[in-house]
């Protein structure tokens, strides 16, 4: 097909524009050849004539089709031209604020002016890892890619950014280098952050503002970025190129100089810059040139405190940087030195200059040398030496010149003191280079600045034209295509014109060396030696003082004015030299460098002022020698390009120039890329591709089952020019143009069959309204027809009902008449005769209340009478008592005497048995206030129990109210006789009163009994009514506050746990790090002799007790990393411990928090479940606990009373008592009572043991007997505890004894007896045996108390009286002390037996309750069926496993260590390890050896832990022992004997109950341990399903024939990967089965399943979500038609397996919302709002991201447009979420493991032989 065929009718194409450079036009008329002009329509209706040159006959651009526009990569664009590329940046940059593109190999990058969220460290996280061409384009895209091929190649690499000032150059540079750091993990944790912190540096010293720029680099630089073998960072080195020297004495206006001057006179007030005796910067020259000294939004303090912290983290010392900052203030003082002209040609400086003295001072050099060599020079000749004045001119300029240089010096030392920090002492394997360097440049007035620029960027613009050329020609080759030279602009010429021999370069240099040499003669040398031989080389028509170069991008014209200075770039060397006197050392070492020859390696900046060999090397041969370096560099590395644009000269955001767009696109080498492609074959399809999006264009004939024939085939019918296609091995090649004319045919045909449906289904409409038209007419007939019929019924039956209703209404008017009339006589009646009954009620109320007042006072004077008797019987008591007392008190005054002159006489024996007496009162004070703190806890412990409390004090009160009433009562009596006497009297009147109202009343009560019992009945009836409705309102209202409590603490438990866990997750991750650093120290200093051991005591975690105490010694490398060295960097263990420390205390409150939350639910539970179920027990428990302590606290009084009696009735004796003493005696009698009481007890519990197997007997013959059953069916029914064949045997004599059985029942109920009492009798004996172990050690201590009374009392011999007492008194009180505190803690231990009897007792009882209630229900056949099943058992094990100690080892490794879940585990039982631990853990709580329990938990603790490290990697192994962990946790619960757990039990799992330790710490030990295995499972998970979900979801076409295909350009070709296994959503959906099967396998609880499902379900929405948001070519229409039907493959999966409760489908409701986002219509405001409404799940940002990253595949969709998504962010401004674009793929929801106790019991558990656990015994 002609070219000139495509210009048809209604195409759009591109015409040049002096304001838009392109404006688009539509084509009015076909195009035939031959026509002169072409008729055009603009966009705004403007009809236009394009003429076509008759020479060229070069006809307008075509414009590409709207579904290639916005594409990701420009070579993906069917017409390759520069107004598409133009419009494709645009729409990107203007419509969906996307700021990268790619243009084949290059990023082109705009600069946006605003700040954007697309440089977090997610995203860093989505793009690590991803090949190039599959996410959107990215600065990271590319440092991913560059990281790769070094990875994979071995091969160095180097990432090109340039692009003019503004672009966003230093900000794409210094975002690649934070990527490096953040993916490339080092050993140094620093060496990121150093070399990070370089950045800061070099723009404070670097970088300036421009009219063009805020923060603008006037320098190049090139950073290798080194990497060793295992591709981690390990430092560091940076070249600078052709800094800008004379910014730091001269900006234009509106520029600033150097960051680093304004920084510092901002903080010019801080104490350490005092002495620079610097201000503000107005003050300066060197900074008040360009009068914009403040940049907005910018601190320039802050900025200074930065640049310091950087200096600071590469190394540089405090002194060093007051050095540095002392010659930066010391050039701004130099600039400021003010020179004046003196006589002639002569210049001076003012004596004692205050700026000049300063310089002097700050450098230490003689201010008398340099003010006079700031004004003059020296010349030398053969024989002479001549000191030459400077004019004020040249003194200025030497004065500026020298600062310059200083400045110049100072950078190059900074420069490589940063080398030197970033320097590393291991190899460097491989590189990536970033280069920074400045764009091309064209200004109005062009310097030797922008000459060396421009000549960099042509040998740039080289490598890169090869670069791409050398691509093209590896793709062809791959793909085994023929091809030909592809004819591209070689800028080679324009380079030798600059630095070939006799170039430019080379004749300045000449003329530099001439000693009357100037820019005039340069000129006319270039114009004489160039002009004719060199075409890129012109001569300006107007001037003689410049010259044309004609580069790659733009024609040039240079200013040859000041090209010789600034090549020379002198300065004077006596200058230089006065500065070498300086005693500043910095100085001294900073042109100490000029006496050495640079280094090729050394920074490739302008070092005049060297010595005399090295002043011949000019400016430029200096640049032109770095500029080989590099390329010889970039030659040797593979190169990224970054091209930067500025859109803008005005810095608006999001705002296009397309003239300075245009001419940046030019010079950046972008085009020319462009135009390389469209050369060759710019599209590329896979046959695959290419067979998806034309098979419209196919006939069912064509279809092949070989794609690649099938593509042929139509394309030979398609195309005729076979030239303009080509068949690769994998793809198909177009030339430009031909994907739009395939893609104008696809449209064509499918419009076409549009309108066939359209014709066909309008036509079937229009049949349809017609039938539809016609049987409503037939319809509407029918319904008149009877409507009318209707209406004449109608009248007929309202005609006769008219006459019924008059005839019924004139009856109804009459007789209401009547009934008024009635009614009316009735109501005056009625009235009347209830007037007349008032007044006659009225009259008998008042003589009834008139009797009543007259009783009430004749009381009243009856009670007066006697309260004055009783006072008059009172007083005269009161003077008898009292003069009693008197009698009492004169005679105790008298005894008093006589005690007093007893205490004189002993009064030294008094104060003795006082301070004996303060003593045992301070011991008996100890005693009360241990039984406070008992009873304190008591209380604590019974905080259940506050309600009753509160009832038994209001019935204690009421108590107290009935006694003092009843103390009233003889009083009462009293006066009850005293008031009889009065009512007889009284009683003879009232009879005569009472027979006449009697009659009277018997009447009225008759009638006031019925009224009243009928108004109390209605009144009784509404109390009820309202006492139940408040009851019922009251009810609700307590249940809902108890609900909204309820729900509150289940929301801040979830917090909280929530909490916990990351608190838990994050000190694991430390333990880990802290783990790694240990490994690493002790490999760093192995080789050396181990110095001083010790262990860490300050690190420590939740299984650090049993780290301490375990004998596992599987892992010997865990004790020697307890072992430090001397070479141990202290400061970071230290900080790491104090981090652990710091964590643990928080993990401890968390707990304690969650426990108190917990305990607070369970009180409450219990405090309900007490309340309905044990009310006056509660009371009596109570009452009985408080008899028991008050009798035992009154028999503590009476022990202590005799105590003081012994002692004080002994002190006098010097020798302690004897064993027969009294005190000695009464300790004995209190140990007997003890003993005696423990025996009684035990006595009791026999008693009840014995009585329970009666009970059970006799229950056996009750439940035989009362089914009619003979001797011989009891005979034949076995005891658990006898034998069968004894049970046979012993059947006859059954017969024997007696009908009923009765003395057989009791023979067995004795023998059942015996075997108990034999059984106790056996412990006996054991706990004899201890007994006797305790006495002969209290035989022991009571030698050894002789010996020391022996020794006491050969001591006090040689004491005087007085002091043998003293010590007699001193040491009996210690050894009673002693004793007090033994007897104390027996009694504490009886205490505990004692309690631990009761509980037993209870729990007996309550079994036997339970089991005679089952007996009595059960039946006699199930009774039979159960003993049958129970003979069979050989054994009664009781669910133990015994093993001997230092087993625990042994235990663990065949358990745990070496266990494999793939295979032993596979066949076991679920959670059979759990179970074998517990049933261990129960031997050893069975031993009562809490050393062997610690052992046994501690190791398996930390054995899991040290298995879940090593194999963390594997599913199995984690899954399994998640399982084990929860099962071991129930375990530990479910046989705690907790009342909360137990319930759950059966009466035999009861039986397996720990009985002698409390274990509840270690719940939280080993919830945490789940924690942390759950966390690991996380992780697991994420690394086996993240390489499958992208494909799977997004990129796999699950519907085939849904999405069209669209072209992808050059990136899918260029990635660094192979192509890969595609995953699809079923392969997603077989691994979460995987997953789901082996956790069931290992029977982990189901609840813990969902919550793992649910985590599942948020990986793949997370991971899928954010590639949405990062990949624009998956954000269309049918692309989520295809997300949806994923996900509901994914809804189906959870529903197959009963998992739609456990929320994972509510995980994915943000990906479902993005998925409709998708295929919503998106154009009105109505849209806009049901949008808003929609898409609750997805935050305003990500709804954002997917409206402007939409972009249409199928004809039938549009864009969306920015008024729609202005409106979307209006609607949702008000809107509070995350400002995070992505969602947290790392984020692990909150664990809760909910108790399930396990139906298993234990003594049925079998251990298979393949454990090799042969060492446990069964119990």
């Known amino acids: ?99 990268y593109t790619y243009c084949g190999i290059v990023l082109v990058a705009i600069n946006p002016y605003e700040s954007l969220p697309i440089y977090d460290s997610d995203i860093i996280n989505a793009y690590s890892g991803q090949n190039m061409g599959d996410m959107d384009p990215h600065i990271f895209a590319v440092a991913e890619e560059a990281y790769k091929q070094m990875a994979r190649n071995e091969r160095n690499q180097s990432i090109i950014v340039s692009g003019e000032s503004g672009a966003g150059k230093t900000v794409s540079a210094k975002y690649a280098m934070r990527y490096f750091a953040t993916v490339s993990s080092s050993s140094d944790a620093n060496i990121e952050d150093r070399v990070l912190a370089s950045n800061p540096i070099m723009e404070a010293i670097g970088n300036a503002k421009t009219t063009r720029n805020d923060n603008s680099s006037r320098f190049g630089k090139y950073i290798e970025i080194g990497f060793d073998k295992k591709h981690h960072i390990i430092g560091a080195n940076m070249r600078t190129y052709l800094l800008e020297k004379s910014r730091v004495v001269f900006q234009a206006r509106g520029e600033r100089n150097y960051h680093i001057f304004y920084q510092l006179c901002a903080s010019s007030h801080l104490q350490e810059f005092k002495a620079l005796k610097l201000g503000s910067a107005d003050d300066f020259h060197c900074t008040s040139h360009g009068r914009s000294p403040v940049i907005e939004g910018v601190d320039d303090a802050k900025e200074m405190h930065s640049t310091r912290k950087a200096l600071s983290l590469l190394g540089i010392s405090e002194a060093y940087q007051i050095a540095v900052f002392q010659i930066l203030a010391a050039v701004l003082h130099l600039g400021n030195v003010e020179v004046k002209d003196s006589s002639g040609d002569r210049s001076t400086i003012v004596p004692d200059d205050s700026h000049l003295t300063v310089f002097c001072e700050l450098l230490g050099v003689s201010y008398q040398d340099m003010a006079h060599w700031l004004c003059h020079s020296k010349l030398k000749t053969a024989t002479e030496v001549y000191v030459k004045p400077f004019s004020k001119v040249n003194a200025i300029n030497a004065r500026d010149a020298l600062a310059k240089h200083i400045y110049a010096k100072l950078f190059s030392w900074i420069v490589n003191h940063i080398n030197a920090a970033l320097q590393s002492a291991s190899k460097q394997h491989s590189f990536i280079g970033v280069l920074d360097i400045y764009g091309f440049e064209t200004f109005d007035i062009n310097s030797f600045e922008q000459f060396c620029i421009n000549y960099a960027n042509e040998k740039l613009q080289q490598q890169f034209n090869m670069h791409v050329f050398k691509l093209e020609q590896e793709e062809y080759l791959k793909e085994q295509i023929p091809w030909t030279l592809i004819d591209f602009s070689d800028n080679q010429p324009c380079i030798d014109l600059i630095e070939a021999k006799m170039g430019v370069l080379d004749l300045l240099d000449e003329e530099c060396k001439m000693p009357k040499g100037s820019n005039d003669s340069w000129a006319q040398k270039l114009y004489n030696t160039l002009l004719k031989q060199k075409a890129h080389f012109e001569k300006p028509r107007m001037s003689n003082k410049a010259f044309i170069i004609l580069h790659f991008a733009d024609k040039v014209e240079y200013q040859c004015e000041g090209f010789l200075e600034k090549n020379k770039d002198t300065v004077n060397e006596e200058q230089i030299n006065v500065l070498k006197l300086s005693k500043f050392e910095l100085l001294l070492e900073l042109f100490r460098d000029e006496e050495r020859p640079t280094s090729a390696s050394s920074t490739a900046m302008t070092r005049p002022g060297r010595a005399k060999t090295d002043h011949k090397k000019t400016v430029g041969l200096q640049f032109r020698n770095s500029l080989h370096l590099l390329m010889e560099t970039l030659n040797t590395t593979t190169p990224h390009y970054v091209r930067c644009i500025k859109p803008n000269d005005l810095k608006a955001p999001f705002t296009v120039d397309p003239v300075r767009a245009v001419q940046q696109l030019r010079a950046c080498g972008v085009l020319e890329t462009i135009r390389i492609s469209a050369a060759g074959f710019p599209s590329r399809w896979t046959y695959q591709e290419f067979f998806s999006r034309y098979r419209v264009l196919m006939t069912q004939k064509d279809v092949l089952s070989d794609r690649k024939q099938t593509c042929k085939n139509v394309l030979e019918k398609l195309v005729k020019d076979q030239d303009k296609y080509q068949f690769g091995k994998n793809k198909i090649f177009f030339r430009a143009g031909q994907v739009a004319y395939l893609e104008k045919l696809r449209s064509d045909k499918l419009r076409r069959a549009c309108v066939r449906i359209q014709k066909t289904i309008r036509c079937w409409v229009a049949r349809k309204k017609y039938l539809r038209m016609r049987a409503a007419a037939v319809t509407l007939q029918r319904y008149v027809r009877g409507h009318q019929a209707r209406g004449l019924v109608r009248f007929m039956r309202r005609t006769k009902a008219a006459v019924v209703v008059q005839r019924n209404v004139r009856m109804w008017a009459t007789r209401r008449r009547y009934q008024k009339l009635r009614q009316a006589a009735i109501t005056v009646q009625c009235c009347l005769r209830a007037h007349m009954a008032r007044q006659h009620y009225h009259k008998l109320l008042y003589e009834h209340k008139a009797v009543v007042v007259q009783r009430r006072v004749r009381g009243w004077l009856a009670r007066r009478r006697y309260r004055r008797a009783l006072a008059a019987v009172v007083l005269l008591q009161s003077c008898v008592r009292r003069l009693i007392a008197k009698r009492q008190l004169k005679k105790l005054k008298v005894e008093a005497r006589s005690v007093e002159h007893f205490k004189k006489l002993n009064v030294g024996m008094e104060n003795k048995i006082m301070q004996l007496q303060r003593r045992v009162d301070e011991q008996h004070k100890e005693n009360i206030q241990l039984s406070e703190r008992l009873a304190g806890q008591e209380r604590s412990q019974a905080g259940e129990s506050e309600r009753l409390g509160r009832e038994v004090e209001r019935l204690r009160a009421a108590e107290e109210e009935a006694r003092s009433k009843a103390e009233r009562v003889p009083s009462l009596l009293e006066q009850l006789s005293f008031l009889r006497q009065e009512l007889e009297t009284t009683r003879g009147e009232k009879e005569a009163v009472e027979e006449q109202a009697k009659t009277y009343k018997q009447s009225m009560e008759q009638s006031l009994a019925e009224l009243n019992a009928k108004n109390s009945l209605m009144n009784s009836e509404r109390n009820n009514l309202n006492q139940l409705i408040e009851e019922q309102d009251l009810q609700i209202s307590e249940i809902k506050a108890e609900v909204a409590n309820s729900q509150q603490l289940e929301r801040d438990l979830r917090e909280e746990r929530s909490r916990y866990q990351s608190l838990l997750s994050e000190h694991l991750h430390l333990e880990e790090r802290y783990g790694d650093l240990k490994d690493e120290m002790r490999l760093s200093v192995g080789t050396r002799t181990p110095g001083h051991r010790r262990t860490d005591s300050n690190y420590s975690s939740n299984g650090s007790e049993g780290t301490q105490s375990s004998g596992f010694p599987e892992d010997s490398s865990v004790r020697s990393e307890d072992v430090t060295e001397t070479a141990v960097d202290m400061p970071v263990l230290l900080k790491l411990q104090w981090r652990v420390k710091e964590l643990e205390q928080d993990n401890q409150g968390l707990r304690r928090q969650l426990d108190r939350r917990e305990d607070a639910q369970i009180n409450k539970a219990k405090e309900a479940e007490e309340q309905r179920t044990a009310g006056r027990a509660e009371l009596d428990m109570e009452a009985l606990k408080r008899q028991e302590l008050e009798s035992e606290n009154k028999k503590l009084k009476q022990d202590l009373g005799e105590l003081r009696q012994s002692l004080t009735e002994d002190c006098g004796s010097p020798a302690p008592p004897s064993p027969g003493s009294l005190p000695y005696t009464v300790l004995l009698e209190q140990l007997n009572t003890s003993n005696e009481e423990l025996d009684m007890r035990k006595e009791e519990v026999l008693l009840l043991r014995s009585h329970l197997v009666r009970q059970e007997a006799l229950k056996h013959k009750v439940s035989m007997l009362g089914e009619g059953l003979n001797l011989k069916d009891i005979s034949e029914i076995p005891l658990p505890s006898i034998h069968p064949r004894k049970a046979d045997s012993s059947a006859p004599d059954v017969h024997t004894l007696n009908e009923d059985g009765e003395l057989w029942l009791a023979y067995e109920g004795l023998k059942e007896t015996n075997r108990v009492l034999e059984a106790q009798l056996r412990l006996q004996d054991r706990t004899h045996e201890e007994e006797c172990e305790d006495m002969r050690e209290e035989v022991r201590r009571a030698r050894e108390d002789n010996r020391q009374q022996q020794q006491l009392v050969a001591q006090s011999l040689h004491l005087p009286q007085g002091a043998r007492v003293d010590a007699s008194l001193q040491h009996e009180m210690t050894r009673l002390t002693n004793e007090n505190l033994d007897l104390m803690e027996q009694q504490g231990k009886q205490d505990k037996v004692i309690r631990k009897l009761k509980k037993q007792l209870k729990l007996y009882v309550k079994k036997l309750e339970e089991f005679e209630a089952g007996v009595q229900q059960e039946s006699v056949p199930s009774l039979l069926a159960h003993r049958a099943s129970i003979s069979r058992k050989e054994k009664d094990f009781q669910g133990m496993l015994e093993y001997k100690r230092g087993d625990e080892s042994r235990l663990l490794k065949n358990l745990v260590v070496d266990l494999k879940p793939r295979g032993v585990a596979v066949n076991l039982v679920p959670g059979l390890p759990a179970f074998i631990l517990f049933m261990c853990l129960r031997h050893a709580d069975y031993a009562n050896d809490d050393q062997r329990v610690s052992t046994l938990l501690n190791t398996t603790i930390n054995s899991v832990k040290s298995v879940i490290k090593r194999r963390g990697d594997d599913f199995d192994t984690v899954s399994f022992w998640l399982a084990n962990t929860c099962r071991f946790l129930y375990c530990l619960k479910q046989y705690s004997g907790e009342e909360a757990f137990i319930k759950f039990n059966t009466p035999r799992q009861n039986e397996h109950c720990l009985s002698n330790f409390d274990l509840s710490e270690y719940h939280q030990v080993l919830c945490d341990l789940a924690i942390q295995i759950y966390q690991q499972l996380v992780k697991c998970m994420e690394e086996i399903l993240q390489p499958m979900i992208v494909s799977g979801m997004l990129e796999h076409e699950t519907i085939q024939g849904v999405l069209g295909a669209k072209p992808t350009g050059l990136r899918k070709r260029t990635s660094s990967f192979p192509e890969e296994e595609a995953h699809t959503v079923d392969s997603i959906m077989q691994q979460l089965s995987l997953f789901h099967a082996s956790m069931t396998q290992h029977g982990m609880d189901p609840e813990l399943i969902k919550q793992v499902v649910k985590q599942q379900f948020y990986i793949i929405c997370s991971v899928t979500l954010n590639n949405l948001l990062l990949r624009k070519d998956m954000c269309s229409w049918s692309k989520g038609l295809q997300i949806r039907y994923n996900v509901w493959q994914l809804e189906e999966w959870l529903v197959e397996r009963d998992l739609i409760s456990s929320g994972a489908k509510e995980t994915l409701e943000p990906l479902i919302q993005a998925a409709q986002l998708l295929q919503v219509k998106k154009k009105t405001e109505e849209d806009a709002k049901a949008i808003s409404t929609m898409c609750s799940s997805l935050t305003t940002a990500q709804i954002v991201k997917v409206l402007n990253l939409y972009t249409p595949v199928m004809e039938f969709e549009e864009r969306v447009s920015v008024k729609f998504i202005q409106t979307i962010q209006t609607l949702l401004k008000d809107r509070v979420d995350s400002p995070m674009l992505l969602l947290d793929s790392r984020k692990i929801f909150s664990i809760t493991f909910t108790f399930a106790p396990s139906t298993v019991a234990l003594e049925t558990i079998q251990i298979p032989s393949s454990l090799n656990l042969d060492f446990l015994t069964r119990i």
């Open 1 to 99: 097909m002609a070219a000139s065929e495509l210009y048809s009718k209604n195409v759009r194409v591109w015409l040049p524009d002096a304001a838009e450079v392109w404006k688009s036009a539509e084509l009015t008329r076909d195009y035939t050849p031959g026509d002169k002009v072409i008729h055009l329509q603009l966009e705004d209706g403007t009809n236009v004539e394009h003429k076509i040159d008759p020479q060229t006959q070069s006809l307008p651009y075509l414009r590409n089709p709207d579904i290639l526009v916005g594409e990701n990569d420009l070579t993906a664009l069917s017409y390759l031209n520069e107004p598409a590329v133009l419009h494709n940046l645009k729409v990107r940059f203007i419509d969906s604020k996307l700021i």
